[in-house]
Structure formats: structure tokens, C-alpha cells
């Protein structure tokens, strides 16, 4: 009899990355939509740590305030290595599910999650949060972190959990963006990272799609798929802070997690952007919920 899967889960309830605040909620939103039950349903022994403590925005100073400020860089790096290095101490056997906050949390759970492998990363977000402090228009660095994960950037972000960069440019692949600022637009195709906007999801298909992100990393150890709520449809998933029309439909988002399931690559998760103050009760989160149960092995038939 092979030992049960087990599945452990980390709140990292931050919204100092974001421009928008109630994200730091998204945790426990995601728990109350019934996470744990869930999973456990899908034959994993799940195993909650708990959240980070973050510190409460109110006693910050936000850096100046101006337009690439790195709005709280200072607290954001002091959560995102602490989160790297909670991360770095479970065995590499158990599958990481981080709550997030907002997307910066990923700088951390990236650089925790790799065990010194060679690591691929799917990036599902309306947005390609790939700005420097050079060419962020807003200064908030959750519109940074996969940047940062390049090598991008400002060095106390680029050298979280380890000097340099933490993923290859051939091993990301960023889906469902339609939200892109001019300079990242230059440092995306300088970077060379495969991009999959919402034109070539609606030119080839989600099957498709899913099928090339799968033969691109095939070649890598280890598989982390970062989930940003707002890659959904505003009119799906009207809880998160920054949404853009035009995105994948429920079946769109059901159908990818699917096939990436299928695959068998994933070994873990981050489900982030969830702001349940913008949510029509807790919908967001519980279509969330949904999505990763079906990305860990839920079927159909």
C-alpha cells in the first residue's frame, strides 16, 4: 500500500505588494471556502502550518510614495524569505499549497519549493507582473515578483532565498495574460520566457495550450504553478483587486488545471489575489477552491 499524499498548506496573509488592500484576507477566505475538506476528499493528508506573520500596513512607512518606490520592500522581503525558508524545510515529497495575499508572496514560495532542482513555472494571471522599479508605474511590487524570479530588478528582491535568478527563461510559461505595461512588454521578449495571452488561448484552444506548456517542461524536476484569481473573468471571480475583462470562463480555467492534472507535473501551488471585501460571498474564493481540487486529481467520472 503506497503512503498517502500529503498536502500542506501556508497562509501568507500580505497585501503590501498590492495598490489595493483586503488581499491579506484572501487565507482565510480560501480555508472558509472549505480547502482542507476538500483536498483530504482528493486522498491527500493535508497538513495546515498556519499563516506568516505579517506585519499590519498601518505601522509601515510606504518608502516615499513615489512611482517605482518599492512600496514596502523592506516587510515584503522580511515575509517572502521567511516564507522560502518554511518552505525549504518540508520534504520535498509533500505538495506546498501557499495562500495568498498578493502575488509578491511568490518571490518567496518560488525560492522555497525548488530543493535545489531545476524548477518550471506556470504562471496563470491576467497580468505578467514583470516590472523592474525602472518601469513600474506604480511602485507596488506585486506587480514585480516574476521579474524578481528572473533576475530583474532590485537585488534584495532578485537574491531572496539565494543569489540570482531562480528559474531558467525556457522553463516559464505565463498564462491568460491580457494586462501588460510598455516596459514589460520590452523585458518580456528580451527575457524570452513563453507567453500565452488570451488572443492564443482563444486562436488554439485550452487543450492546446495546456499541451505545450506540458512538453516545455517536461525536461525539469520539479513544477510550480502560481494561480492569481484575476486570470478568471471578471464576471466569474469578482473578488480580486485588479481585474481585467476578458478572461478565462469557468471551463476554461476547470479545463487547464485538468490537463495540467493529467500530467502528473505539478508538484506545487500557489493560489493568491483572492480579496474577499470585492467578493459576492466568498464566490471567488470557493471557485478557487474548485479550480485547485481539480488540478490535484479531482475527476469527473
Not at 134 to 147: D, F, Q, R, Y
Amino acid at each position: 500500500m503506497q503512503p498517502m499524499k500529503q498536502a500542506v498548506i501556508l497562509g501568507v496573509p500580505m497585501d503590501l505588494g498590492a495598490g489595493r488592500r483586503g488581499v491579506d484576507m484572501g487565507p482565510s477566505a480560501i480555508r472558509y471556502a472549505r480547502l482542507h475538506e476538500v483536498v483530504r476528499s482528493l486522498g491527500y493528508d493535508v497538513r495546515d502550518l498556519g499563516d506568516l506573520e505579517v506585519p499590519v500596513v498601518e505601522t509601515l512607512k510606504i518608502n516615499g510614495g513615489q512611482p517605482g518606490g518599492l512600496h514596502y520592500l523592506e516587510a515584503i522581503h522580511t515575509t517572502c524569505a521567511a516564507l522560502a525558508r518554511r518552505l525549504e524545510a518540508l520534504e520535498e515529497s509533500a505538495l506546498p499549497v501557499v495562500l495568498g495575499g498578493d502575488h509578491s508572496i511568490s518571490m518567496g514560495s518560488v525560492a522555497g519549493v525548488r530543493h535545489g532542482r531545476r524548477t518550471g513555472l506556470i504562471w496563470i494571471d491576467a497580468h505578467a507582473d514583470f516590472n523592474t522599479p525602472e518601469t513600474s508605474p506604480s511602485g507596488n511590487i506585486h506587480g514585480m515578483p516574476l521579474a524578481a524570479l528572473m533576475g530583474l530588478g532590485n537585488e534584495r528582491l532578485v537574491n531572496l532565498g539565494g543569489a540570482g535568478p531562480k528559474l531558467r527563461p525556457e522553463d516559464v510559461v505565463l498564462v491568460g495574460v491580457r494586462s501588460v505595461d510598455p516596459g514589460e512588454r520590452r523585458l518580456l521578449r528580451e527575457a524570452g520566457v513563453t507567453v500565452y495571452t488570451m488572443k492564443e488561448i482563444d486562436r488554439m484552444g485550452v487543450p492546446t495550450v495546456a499541451a505545450n506548456v506540458v512538453a516545455q517542461l517536461e525536461r525539469v524536476e520539479r513544477v510550480h504553478v502560481s494561480f492569481d484569481a484575476d486570470v478568471l473573468d471578471p464576471a466569474v471571480a469578482p473578488g480580486v483587486g485588479t481585474p481585467v475583462p476578458g478572461g478565462l470562463t469557468y471551463r476554461e480555467a476547470h479545463l487547464l488545471m485538468e490537463l495540467l492534472s493529467d500530467a502528473g507535473i505539478v508538484t506545487s501551488l500557489d493560489l493568491v489575489e483572492v480579496n474577499p471585501i470585492l467578493d459576492e460571498r466568498n464566490r471567488t474564493a470557493e471557485i478557487v477552491v474548485e479550480l485547485a481540487a481539480s488540478l490535484l486529481g479531482k475527476k469527473i467520472l
